[in-house]
């Protein structure tokens, strides 16, 4: 038995052309459906779900490792390297939500689906949804000396119809990546000769200031990036010494505006003149003493609200570093002013497994669907603690999905790499990780009509079709 295992067989009647029908039963999960037939498990093993339990969560969090290695092995074919393991995981008592229980997970299948099933049994969980995933089955003409083919020798063919999924789009991706795909090519060939200037000047300034690297963050496209970067070639050529002491080590971002960001990384406006670079460069040590207390000033948030997980989200380079510690300090102060309703609302409750942002200065209180509070700094304590109590496990619910969605996209992407042979492949913000597994799991399986058409490209996953003036494609996650 293997991850995907086909159980094949002959019809006993010979089609009117001195054919046989091929069928091929293939007992198979993708990873989307892996995601969403194991959820139950993670929401009773979660380390995150074991905050004030130390042993617990660290014999959780080393299984599920062991786990993510076995199933990531069964989903590249690798099942036959595998050998039988034994898993243990806490989970709470049913009968006294306050004690544990451990499971023990033999696991020692080769196939994916009987895995899964294994687990899930294990820990009494239902098999309802992978119950309702069916063995699917593709047929093929064969001549009748076909061979039959062993677990090791899976038979390929190409399949000419448009896929099942039908999503609200207007036209294939088929399509238009052929309409559009000496445009593509064209953008792409001028692109290399761009990027090569851009990778001449960015080693060029590393060399000569020493800053760690170069990043272009700007809504503006590749000229503009040139544009910069030899201005500020030439801004350095005039004194390396001084400026080799203020960037060394540091990132160095071109960006919509100047300043020094929450990272404590210099970020110089495209759109500003040399002045207003220099005056930044002439000042970026006066950060320094910010950029160490925004740490502290984030534990103490955290302490404030039972131990909450303060984030910054990833996408926050032009979040400058003052601006943010003001946002920190109104936070602060109206949760020092309130600490009494704290008490009151959240008693002795740890709330380590949740995260929360400081999201800007004011507006809507907000649940992501990774599972993070997005508070405005100037909402008042007491309407935030209301809000936080009232979703409590909604967002650890969230914050759980995302992470196992998040685990199987990450695999999925490397799939893709690998098989699309695409230069890159990225995701939109406004995309899911469970959005981006679907799309790239249907990539995976239009793969032969789609490698041609999709070879050496930078593909991103968004609501939309388009390209770029650099080459970049961008697709819909469901297109058709």
Not at 60 to 76: D, F, M, Q, R
Not at 221 to 247: D, K, V, W
Not at 316 to 323: D, G, H, L, T, Y
Request: charged content about 25%.
């Amino acid at each position: 038995m293997y991850m995907i295992r086909a159980l094949r067989y002959r019809c006993s009647q010979q089609t009117s052309f001195g054919h046989e029908v091929l069928a091929v039963f293939k007992r198979y999960l993708n990873s989307s459906e892996t995601a969403t037939a194991l959820r139950p498990f993670y929401f009773i093993v979660h380390p995150d779900l074991f905050g004030r339990h130390p042993k617990e969560r660290l014999v959780n969090e080393h299984s599920l490792k062991i786990l993510h290695e076995y199933v990531a092995n069964l989903k590249t074919q690798q099942s036959y390297t595998r050998k039988p393991i034994d898993l243990v995981f806490y989970i709470r008592d049913p009968n006294n939500q306050k004690s544990f229980k451990d499971i023990k997970i033999s696991l020692q299948s080769t196939d994916i689906r009987k895995t899964v099933s294994t687990i899930l049994q294990s820990c009494g969980l239902p098999l309802d949804y992978i119950n309702t995933v069916p063995v699917q089955q593709k047929t093929r003409r064969t001549n009748p000396a076909a061979k039959w083919y062993t677990n090791y020798d899976v038979p390929e063919w190409n399949s000419r119809t448009e896929p099942k999924y039908k999503a609200p789009a207007q036209r294939s991706l088929r399509k238009w990546l052929e309409e559009n795909y000496e445009r593509v090519q064209r953008y792409q060939e001028a692109s290399r000769q761009t990027q090569s200037e851009i990778d001449s000047l960015c080693e060029r300034i590393v060399a000569r200031v020493g800053v760690q690297s170069v990043r272009w963050e700007n809504i503006w496209g590749n000229r503009h990036y040139i544009a910069c970067l030899r201005t500020f070639s030439q801004l350095s050529e005039g004194q390396p010494a001084r400026m080799r002491n203020t960037l060394q080590g540091r990132t160095l971002i071109f960006g919509n505006e100047t300043g020094v960001n929450l990272h404590g990384e210099i970020v110089l406006g495209s759109e500003d003149v040399t002045t207003e670079w220099i005056n930044l460069l002439k000042s970026v040590h006066a950060y320094d003493p910010m950029i160490e207390r925004l740490p502290r000033m984030e534990q103490e948030l955290s302490r404030l609200l039972n131990n909450i997980q303060i984030m910054r989200r990833q996408k926050r380079e032009f979040v400058m570093a003052q601006n943010y510690e003001v946002l920190l300090n109104k936070m602060l102060n109206s949760l020092r002013r309130c600490q009494h309703v704290v008490v009151k609302e959240l008693g002795d409750q740890d709330l380590s497994h949740l995260n929360l942002v400081v999201e800007c200065e004011s507006g809507p209180l907000a649940l992501s669907n990774c599972g993070q509070f997005l508070i405005p700094a100037s909402i008042p304590g007491t309407i935030m603690l209301k809000f936080i109590v009232e979703n409590i496990e909604r967002a650890a619910t969230f914050l759980i999905d995302a992470k196992l969605h998040t685990f199987y996209m990450d695999q999925i992407l490397d799939q893709c790499n690998n098989v699309l042979n695409v230069s890159s492949l990225q995701r939109d913000d406004a995309i899911t990780p469970q959005q981006m597994t679907k799309c790239c799991q249907r990539l995976l399986d239009n793969q032969q009509l789609l490698n041609p058409l999709l070879q050496g490209t930078r593909l991103k996953v968004s609501t939309y079709y388009t390209v770029m003036k650099d080459g970049e494609i961008t697709i819909p996650w469901n297109w058709i």
